[in-house]
């Protein structure tokens, strides 16, 4: 079997494919791995844009895990396997009134893949998804079940980059269903910039997207409104979101790559003709956008302080390079997860993107050094150039990651050529 990512431009063909149903098969998977001497990986939906999955190993893929085990409406938590992807968990926790306090534009994740690589949503009082985390089960290098519920193992496991253990089943904090109001809207380049902290404090949550070679941006405010959710038609759904915003990048997209000299005029065309447009609906079918065109993609987790400056040396340096994608900025909440991109700092995310098929190696090492000028951390699921060396002084939790690391896998039995590359080779006890 090959395995491949969404992107479908990350590819391994492992040893071994193993679909357990269980914690228990889980177990005695890694238990067989071990004594065959082969390491184990996890996939989960193939989202992420990083080689963090690829093996020649054993390949776990934990998509039969999709239950929730239990839910406590009262409260608000529930337990979850962790294959479940967040579509589903989203339609479940709102059967029992619950909700996830925060997310990404993208659904299609596994619980378990989402955290273990630090997504996140936007809103500059709310953390990344993994800090609704409160208990892990966890099978470690040994095939031993550990519940993780406290402490530095906690801290460690709630990001995890997939190296500690295979996370089985998780305990997540929730809220009360809400329904919000998303409003998208363009707006000035400039003015953006200059009232940033405005925007994005006025906001529960506030985000906005860049384009290569215009002055238009188009920014998203959503909030929490106590009237009822109007979710649109079917027809309409269709129009908005593939026809119009899929189906017209699709085509911008497709015409840049073929004639990469009309991309400066292709992207003014695109901004020209944005508009308003306002949703009321469920909080999850707020925050989620289908994304049908194809990408590989960049994020970097900056101080909050320096986002004017960083996106605008970005968007100085795009201009140089054969880019059709426009740079989305969202900003996070401080958290305390020892790896969280995050962790101890209020933070602005910068994405960098290309289409597939069209040059991107140099425009994201561009900006990859942009971002080692202001102590950007990297995105665990997306591209990045970074070595555990120049890492590990970007995280304070580092070495207590590492102590975690070597407690629960001293063996090395969760590593690949990325994570050793990024966290380097486990200390043995």
């Given at each position: ?25 889980v177990a005695a998977a890694v238990r067989r791995a071990g004594e065959a001497g082969r390491v184990v990986r996890v996939a989960g939906a193939g989202h992420s844009f990083s080689d963090a999955v690829l093996t020649d190993g054993v ?96 801290l460690a496991a709630r990001v995890s980059v997939g190296a500690l253990g295979v996370i089985t089943e998780l305990t997540l904090r929730c809220v009360p269903a809400y329904v919000m109001r998303g409003v998208d809207a363009p707006a ?61 990048l699709h085509v911008a997209c497709g015409l840049a790559r073929r004639r990469p000299a009309l991309i400066p005029a292709i992207s003014r065309t695109m901004t020209a003709v944005l508009s308003e447009r306002v949703r009321i609906d ?148």
């Amino acid at each position: 079997m090959i395995w491949r990512n969404w992107t479908g431009d990350q590819t391994c063909a492992p040893a071994e494919v193993v679909r357990p149903r269980s914690t228990e098969e889980v177990a005695a998977a890694v238990r067989r791995a071990g004594e065959a001497g082969r390491v184990v990986r996890v996939a989960g939906a193939g989202h992420s844009f990083s080689d963090a999955v690829l093996t020649d190993g054993v390949l776990l893929s934990l998509d039969a895990m999709d239950r929730v085990v239990w839910a406590d409406p009262g409260g608000r938590r529930v337990r979850v396997q962790a294959g479940i992807r967040l579509r589903a968990l989203s339609e479940r926790l709102a059967g029992y009134g619950l909700a996830l306090e925060n997310m990404g534009d993208v659904d299609a994740q596994s619980i378990a893949g989402a955290t273990a690589t630090g997504t996140h949503g936007s809103g500059v009082e709310l953390r990344n998804l993994s800090a609704a985390i409160e208990a892990v089960q966890l099978v470690a290098g040994d095939g031993s079940v550990r519940e993780l519920d406290g402490g530095e193992a906690l801290l460690a496991a709630r990001v995890s980059v997939g190296a500690l253990g295979v996370i089985t089943e998780l305990t997540l904090r929730c809220v009360p269903a809400y329904v919000m109001r998303g409003v998208d809207a363009p707006a000035r380049l400039d003015d953006v910039l200059d009232r940033l902290d405005e925007l994005a404090e006025g906001s529960r949550h506030f985000e906005f997207y860049a384009f290569p070679h215009s002055e238009t941006v188009l920014t998203r405010t959503n909030a929490v409104v106590t009237a009822p959710a109007r979710p649109p038609g079917a027809v309409r759904r269709w129009t908005e979101d593939v026809l119009l915003t899929n189906h017209g990048l699709h085509v911008a997209c497709g015409l840049a790559r073929r004639r990469p000299a009309l991309i400066p005029a292709i992207s003014r065309t695109m901004t020209a003709v944005l508009s308003e447009r306002v949703r009321i609906d469920r909080s999850d079918r707020i925050f989620v956008s289908p994304r049908r065109v194809r990408f590989t993609e960049m994020e970097q987790a900056f101080p909050r302080a320096a986002a004017a400056d960083a996106l605008r040396a970005i968007l100085g340096e795009v201009r140089r390079h054969p880019v059709i994608f426009p740079i989305e900025v969202r900003f996070v909440a401080a958290d305390d997860a020892l790896l969280s991109p995050a962790g101890g700092r209020e933070t602005v995310y910068i994405a960098t993107h290309n289409y597939v098929g069209m040059p991107w190696e140099p425009y994201l090492r561009a900006a990859a050094a942009i971002g080692a000028e202001h102590g950007a951390r990297p995105h665990w699921g997306k591209r990045h150039f970074h070595t555990a060396a120049t890492l590990a002084p970007l995280y304070p939790g580092w070495e207590r990651f590492a102590a975690v690391r070597s407690e629960l896998d001293p063996e090395g039995r969760f590593t690949n050529a990325y994570v050793e590359r990024v966290l380097g080779a486990p200390a043995a006890r």
